[in-house]
Structures are given as structure tokens and as C-alpha cells.
């Protein structure tokens, strides 16, 4: 076992975090964020989700906050997309990467979209189809890898086979998210290694949420794997819709200051990161979810 | 690398985190505290410290606390102590386990306890003297392991060799603790293989802060290293003196969690914990500082 020597942070605040979101952020604002954020060294900042404003009214500014940034050289603004419409209106307005997701939980599958698990997939062929053509780079997410609201434990092997399937599709790179939290690090080892067995690390990524306090701890295991993409939000933006008043996703800069200390290249500056995480806690007027953000707040 | 099958929980909140409370909490409160906690299956509660009152006012009633607790059968109440004094009015009410300290950093000694290193193995030898006569268990703790608020850096090697020292002078158990929080895996790492180097590995416990939210990657680090023995405190009770509004120990419940996932064995009740930190939480009137405990609150 040998750590990275770099990582790639993808941040998904504007995205993953926002919509989790009570408030409603004015566009202006988003745009703010994700400006502040492409100025602190982070390569993938997740844009917004070109999803139904019926489904997610908090992100239905999808196409003027990715028209209205700034975007940096060398910067990649992916966008989710949950279907063939989003992908065309993402299209419209210049995306060039896009994200994809499905879970390997049958029911939160049904329930948080809608479809079954195949038919979710028939979907992803549809917009990896259109992706391909327009030559748009495709990121896979997988929901709920390392246990289900509804369906409790989910079975390493499952999520290989779906990964792999995403693969098939055309996605360069899967996010294995543990959407409630739950995973500890000898899951979190057993889940990598037999989704290895099937990717390359290269090409797969972990998302975090820190909803019981573990996400440093599990993102510590899978650098032990060889993993070297990293999900996380600024500040811990977002929260848990299955468990009200929980934490979000893992704060960026609580990642980025274990990679520090740990002498592993992210090239992502903390002081602005910090800054940017402070100034959408202010306008969301709630705590900022990092401990780093805190500690380095009390020091100055 | 193999984990340990079972692990030792410290619970250090009575004294480390109510120690660190602005609040002075009523001597019933402590003892009540203190009783729940024996019925969580924890075998190890640091009670109280010995200290002049005029040093930590919020402890000044440790007699009355000690006196007043039910003791658990098989649970071992250590109690800090920073001098002769401290031990005899421990001796006097029947404590059976003292608790010393240093730390390799110079300057936090000479800040924190007013005397040099040198002089504070001086006292340790006094205190540890009496201690052994007596048959009382004394643990030894280390102060400020992976860094310094005032001189930044401590050598790994100079942990080590005070921590040979105090077992030398008789403590059965040396706590490495990271007092103010900066510690990340890797370093926590290298300053375990060098303490193992002196002192095997069944007399070592770690203590992390998590003021920059690293402590539980830390402890996996540490249980990765063989380390049996983790401090901790119930709701993450406590702060930092060097950096005010930052959080305080790592709290048990989100240990135990971690622990519970990686199917090592600690004794203690995951529920009986949440309840006992919600207890005292409550009546501090600040928000639980342990994820776990929130995240299962937000689930009823």
C-alpha cells in the first residue's frame, strides 16, 4: 500500500451541496462561488444539475449560473444531467463534461428517481449516446455504494458490476458515493478492492458524505487503495435528506488539509479555499461545516 | 497491518472536556454524567483532576465528584494529578488510578505547567513514588505529540524518548496526545513507529483533538500501528484553548461507530453513550460535537 503522490479534488459544493440546500441562492451568488472556487487551484468544480426545476428548484438557474461563470484554463465545470432532455439543454449552453448516476439499490433507484435500475441504465445509454457524438466527456456517480436508506447493507459485487457497466457506456471516471454516510474504513477497503477487480483505480473516484463523522477516515483508506479522486464540498455544504440536521458532503478543506499534512499534490490553495467556503456560509448564514474552516478562523 | 480485535475507549470528557467547558457545571451534574457513562460498559472514566482550584476552577470540587460517583465493577476511575499535593488529596478519598503529564514541547510546558520538562519529571518522579507505595495504577500522558502552538514541530523521537522515561518512572500506559489537533495520518504514523521503537505497543494510547477534523483518520492510522488504547470524549465535549470555538477531544460515539464498523470489539453501548452525551450536552446548552450522535438524534 503506497498513498498518491497527487490527487484530483472534484468539487461538487455548487451541485451536490446547494441542492441540499434549504435556501434558495440567487444566481448571482452561485456564480460568485464558483468563480471563487476556479481561483483556488481546483481543476473540476460540478457546476449545477440540469435537472426539472419541478424535481430541484434550488439549481433550476442551471443554464445562466454555467453561462453567467468565469470559467478558468484548464478548468473542467461537469454538470449532472439525469436524462436525454438535460444533456440537449446542457448542450445548448456550451457544457462539455456531464454527469451521469444511478445506484445499485433497486429501491432507492425507484424512489429517488422514479425508474428501476435498468431502466435508469437505459437512460444513461441514451445521454452517453448523445454525449459520445458531441465528443462530451461523461462522469459516472453510483448512489448509496456503501449501504441504502431503505435497503441497508449493498453488496460490494453489485456495485462492480454496475461501475463496470458505466464504464461500458462510455464513462471515463466513476464516483462511488456513500450518500448516507454510513461506511467505515474496512468497508470502505472491501468495496475498492472488489470494485478494482473489475476498473482500474485510475478511473475511479470517491464521494463521501459525513453524515456520521467517518468520510476522512474512509478517504484515508482509499488513498491506502491507490485512488486519487476525491468528491468533497466547500464548507460541508449540503446536508442529509435522510437524516434531517445531519452534515453534508465531506468539506474540501478538511480533505485538503489531511493531503497536506499527508505531502500529497492537490495544487489547490487553502486559504482561498477557505475563504470561498466562508463566504457562502455567510450568505447561507448557517455554520461552516469544516473544522478546518473553524479552527483557522479562531487562529486568525 | 492488522487491526486489533479489541480496543480500550479512555473516556476522558468528565475531566478533558468538562475541563475545557466554559460553563462550571454543578457537582450533581458530574457525578450523574459520570454514572451514566459506568453504564455504557466503558471500563476506563477519567473522573476528575487534582488540581488547585486556582488553575481549573471548573474542577475544583474533584473530591466531592470522586466521592460521589457509583463505581462500576471492573471500571477503573483515573483521576489527574499534577503534583504530590494533587496525588495525596486523590489518596485520601480512596482513588485508585492516577493520571501525570508532560509534553516534549518546552516552551507549552514551561506555559501550560509554569516549570521546564526537566522539572516536571522531577515532579512526576515525586508523585510516581508515593504512587507505586501506594499500589495506585498511574497513566502517563504527553501533551502536544504532532505540534505546538508555540513552537510548531516536535521530533518524533523526542516523544519517544519521554515517553520511555515516564514508564521508566512507573506509568503502565503512555496516552499520545495531540493537543491541539494538527496531526494527519501520515505523521501520526511515523510518530507511533518511532515511539514503538522504546516502548511496545500494549503501553500506548492515543489522544486526538479534532479541531481540524482529523483525529478519527488519525486513530484508524493508529489501530492500523496495533494501538489498543483511544481516549476520547462523550459528545466531543470540550475545546481548544488555542483556538477558541474550535471543537475538543474526538467524541466516543464517533470512535465507537468506527470501532462498531470494523468489528472491533469495545464492550460499550453504542445507544447508552449517544443518551449520556445528549445528556450533558443538554444541559451545557451547545450543540453535540459528535456526528454520530446528531446523525442518529436526526433518525428518531
Known amino acids: 500500500m503506497s498513498l498518491p503522490k497527487s490527487v484530483k479534488l472534484v468539487e461538487v459544493g455548487p451541485r451536490d451541496g446547494l441542492q441540499n440546500e434549504k435556501k434558495i441562492i440567487p444566481t448571482a451568488i452561485k456564480i460568485d462561488l464558483i468563480n471563487r472556487l476556479s481561483n483556488t487551484g481546483l481543476r473540476v468544480i460540478e457546476a449545477t444539475s440540469f435537472v426539472s426545476p419541478q424535481w430541484i428548484p434550488q439549481l433550476a438557474d442551471h443554464s445562466e449560473v454555467f453561462q453567467g461563470i ?70 459516472g456517480y453510483l448512489s448509496c455504494v456503501l449501504g441504502c436508506p431503505y435497503e441497508g447493507n449493498i453488496s460490494s459485487e453489485s456495485v462492480a458490476d454496475l461501475a463496470e457497466k458505466l464504464i461500458q457506456l462510455g464513462c471515463y471516471e466513476i464516483s462511488l458515493g456513500d450518500t448516507i454516510g454510513v461506511g467505515t474504513p474496512g468497508k470502505t477497503q472491501t468495496l475498492l478492492k472488489t470494485v478494482m477487480k473489475k476498473i482500474p483505480k485510475e478511473k475511479l473516484a470517491v464521494h463521501f458524505h ?90 486568525t
Open 210 to 299: 459525513d453524515t456520521y463523522g467517518q468520510a476522512l477516515a474512509n478517504i484515508y483508506v482509499a488513498l491506502e487503495c491507490g485512488i486519487s479522486v476525491i468528491d468533497s464540498a466547500v464548507a460541508g455544504l449540503g446536508g442529509c435528506p435522510y437524516a434531517k440536521g445531519a452534515t453534508g458532503n465531506v468539506a474540501t478543506e478538511d480533505v485538503l488539509y489531511m493531503l497536506n499534512g499527508l505531502e500529497i499534490e492537490s495544487g489547490v490553495n487553502l486559504e482561498k479555499l477557505v475563504e470561498a467556503g466562508r463566504f457562502i456560509s455567510h450568505y447561507l448564514d448557517k455554520p461552516i461545516q469544516s473544522k478546518v474552516n473553524i479552527a483557522m478562523a479562531a487562529l
Open 70 to 139: 468565469t470559467k478558468g484554463k484548464n478548468i473542467s465545470y461537469p454538470v449532472l444531467v439525469p436524462n436525454k432532455k438535460g444533456l440537449e439543454n446542457a448542450i445548448a449552453v456550451g457544457v462539455k463534461e456531464v454527469a451521469v448516476f444511478t445506484t445499485p439499490s433497486e429501491t432507492f433507484c425507484q424512489r429517488n428517481t422514479n425508474c428501476t435500475v435498468a431502466e435508469s441504465l437505459q437512460r444513461i445509454a441514451e445521454i452517453t449516446e448523445i454525449a459520445n457524438k458531441n465528443k462530451i466527456r461523461i462522469r
